[in-house]
């Protein structure tokens, strides 16, 4: 280094010599850290626009079952068709989500939530103007199933973007868009009976065009997001084998395969059991919908304050108790208005509480695949029971034993949280 003299004999360090010193002990760029339990700035953003990518595609893959009984009366269906017709866009939009996560882990949700959103404009389309027969409604319905992928795109862009203190809720808000399907309740037969059969689909067209624009220009991807590596097949086989995923997919199989039952096949349920009206029990299953929503986020948060597997043990042995009340067939007034709003809150806050758990027992970098692999567990949670009714209900004229058979489920479930899932979160727990 050249250094000058001063008159007093001092050392004097010239300009460009400072600089030179002051730019090798501290870069220019270095970014700021974030402090521990905040998140980063462009948190809530991509919170708002993965929570509403979410709803709109869930309103697209939820069309087809409000008019459940239009399609039966207009294409004369069985009991068993019917339920197979709305059950179908709900087996593809699960088991699509095992790839669609596992592509989020790999490309991001700045490249998926447009491109599913936007590709899941052409089936809605051809279901509302093309569609005509019993075959060409599975077939627009499979495809419709796209939209039931984007939870695996939302859930990895959330988590990564919020500290493990606040994923709870977080997830427990972006679980909000299951409202989706509450306004496909609210809106799908009144628009088809005011305005035309089309216009339903032609609205959710162009909101999901309008929303696929929005998120190729303002998704992101949270800073320092490791792209997952390696053949989907090896990566989904090596996320299938982790015990989290299994013990995962069976409490997301009742939560939320619960509620997307209940929300596919209630108006069916209520035409077929209490001779409602078809636009009056679609307005009943939206109320069921919409308090599932709310208390989606609850449950979510309750999982940040008090330990997650006993919050589900609760949920579920309520779900059990509930089930069997509704199993009796009471009066619709008050009797079982009260239990199946009660199921709704239950299976709502559970489905909020299972994904307090993934950032306990999941890795990291696998986040998007494990959502994919419990995400499809849910949603097969929720095609079964529909065909099962069905062929009950074809069977014996009354659901009696479907909903014996769901309040044993949730007793078994309520036993394995409590048992196998306790033992895995609190061993996930110690190292930190």
């Known amino acids: 280094m050249q250094t000058m003299r001063s008159e007093r004999g001092r050392p004097v360090i010239r300009p460009d010599d400072a600089r030179a010193r002051t730019t090798s002990r501290v870069p220019r ?46 294409l004369d269906l069985t009991g068993f068709q019917q339920s197979a017709l709305v059950a179908v866009p709900v087996i593809v939009g699960s088991l699509g989500r095992i790839p669609v ?20 404009v052409l089936p809605v389309l051809y279901v509302g103007f093309v569609a005509e027969s019993f075959v060409a409604m599975i077939v627009g319905g499979f495809f419709l199933g796209l939209g039931g992928t984007a939870f695996a795109i939302g859930v990895p862009l959330v988590n990564a973007w919020y500290p493990p203190a606040r994923r709870g809720t ?45 998120a190729a220009l303002l998704v992101r991807d949270a800073p320092g997001r490791t792209a997952a590596r390696g053949s989907f097949l090896a990566r989904t086989w090596a996320t299938a084998k982790l015990p989290a995923t299994g013990q ?31 636009e009056d029990a679609a307005l009943r299953t939206a109320g069921f919908v919409v308090l599932a929503v709310a208390m989606r986020p609850v449950g979510g948060a309750l999982t940040d304050r008090y330990d997650a597997t006993r919050v589900l043990v609760v949920c579920f042995l309520g779900v059990a108790v509930l089930a069997a ?31 307090g758990l993934v950032a306990l027992l999941a890795p990291a970098e696998k986040v998007g695949a494990v959502t994919g692999l419990v995400g499809a567990a849910g ?16 069977r014996t004229g ?5 909903l014996g058979l769901l309040a044993v489920v949730g007793l078994l479930t309520a036993w394995f949280t409590r048992g196998p899932v306790r033992r895995s979160a609190r061993a996930g727990r110690a190292p930190a």
């Open 101 to 120: 996560g596992a592509l989020t882990d790999r490309v991001g949700a700045r490249v998926m939530f447009p491109v599913v959103s936007i590709l899941t």
């Open 398 to 402: 009354d659901y009696t034993i479907g």
């Open 325 to 355: 009340v509704a199993a009796v067939e009471l009066p619709l007034v008050p009797v079982a208005t009260i239990a199946f709003l009660g199921l709704a809150a239950l299976l709502g806050a559970s489905s909020g509480a299972v994904f």
């Open 170 to 214: 977080a997830l427990g808000i972006f679980g909000i868009g299951m409202g989706g399907t509450a306004v496909s309740s609210f809106t799908t037969v009144r628009l088809s009976n005011a305005v035309g059969p089309e216009a339903p689909f032609l609205i959710v067209a162009g909101v999901l065009t309008v929303y696929a624009v929005v």
């Open 248 to 278: 995962l997919s069976v409490l997301y199989a009742l939560g939320f395969g619960g509620f997307v039952a209940f929300s596919v096949y209630l108006p069916t349920y209520l035409v077929n059991a209490y001779g409602l009206e078809q």
């Open 29 to 74: 760029s270095a970014p700021a850290a974030t402090p521990p339990g905040t998140s980063p700035t462009g948190s809530t953003r991509n919170l708002v626009l993965g929570t509403v990518g979410f709803f709109v595609n869930f309103w697209a893959w939820a069309l087809i079952s409000p008019l459940g009984s239009a399609y039966r009366d207009r």
């Open 379 to 394: 949603g097969l949670g929720g095609f079964v029971p529909p065909l099962v009714m069905g062929a009950v209900y074809d």
